[in-house]
């Protein structure tokens, strides 16, 4: 178990490097389309900007920002935002994940249908890795064996 | 029986290595690899999909099914260390 560390300028400059970093991870979920990037590389990036908060705020205060029912909910939201988008354009009238059918339900072209659909499968992965990197990270460091 | 399994080893690799000289060299525009899908994604994926990274293109869209189950393999991989890291535990 991690504890929660004294240095006050370790303390100041993690809670501000915080927020610059989710912003960058943000940018690479966003931006994934035309530059390097997408969901599994802005995922590890959001999962970092929590492992330092551990590292240096303490495992107690980051799960009041990130508690059990969050970790839980995220895990699997990603994947069901995923599996559902391609479902929905079932139910529209195109394959599995053939994006191109969500256009009966936007008011865009199947072309630009396709774009967004990208986009919503890709905040999907995002999610998903984010919770899964934080879970496996927090596990291992909270695991206790037992007395054998 | 080790001498024999040391002549099998060697005249197999000996049989691979002269069945790679008859690979198309590295990076060769005319090997087959090159000729099937990849001049359709690098002229067309824009039209079809107006994403202008080709390698989100093909990887969310045109081979969604891949992504969606290696995210889905990333799902089980933390569940699993979920399960088996509290199974553990007395409380």
């Known amino acids: ?14 809670q501000y490097l915080v927020a610059f970093i989710q912003l960058f991870g943000l940018y690479v979920i966003a931006h994934g389309h035309g530059s390097p990037g997408g969901g599994f590389q802005g995922g590890c990036i959001l999962a970092a900007s929590y492992i330092l908060m551990i590292t240096t705020l303490g495992i107690e205060d980051t799960k009041k920002k990130y508690n059990e029912f969050k970790k839980h909910l995220f895990n699997s939201l990603g994947v069901f935002i995923y599996a559902f988008t391609g479902f929905v354009c079932l139910l529209l009238g195109a394959n599995y994940l053939d994006y191109s059918g969500l256009s009966n339900l936007f008011p865009v072209d199947p072309i630009k249908a396709r774009y967004i659909g990208t986009f919503v499968i890709e905040v999907g992965v995002g999610i998903t890795v984010m919770s899964i990197m934080l879970t496996i990270f927090v596990e291992l460091l909270t695991v206790k064996r037992k007395q054998s | 029986m080790k001498i024999l399994a040391l002549i099998v080893s060697i005249m197999t690799g ?5 069945a790679a000289e008859d690979f198309p060299s590295w990076g060769d525009p005319n090997s087959p690899t090159s000729l099937h899908v990849s001049p359709r994604y690098i002229t067309k994926t824009y039209e079809e999909t107006k994403i202008p990274n080709m390698v989100t293109a093909v990887l969310a869209d045109y081979r969604g099914y891949d992504t969606l189950f290696e995210t889905t393999v990333i799902f ?15 409380d």
């Open chain 1, 1 to 14: 178990m991690i504890e929660k560390n004294e240095n006050i300028i370790l303390k100041n400059i993690t």
């Open chain 2, 14 to 18: 000996a049989l691979l290595i002269y």
């Open chain 2, 76 to 90: 089980a991989a933390g569940i699993t260390v979920l399960f088996l890291l509290r199974g553990n535990r007395d």
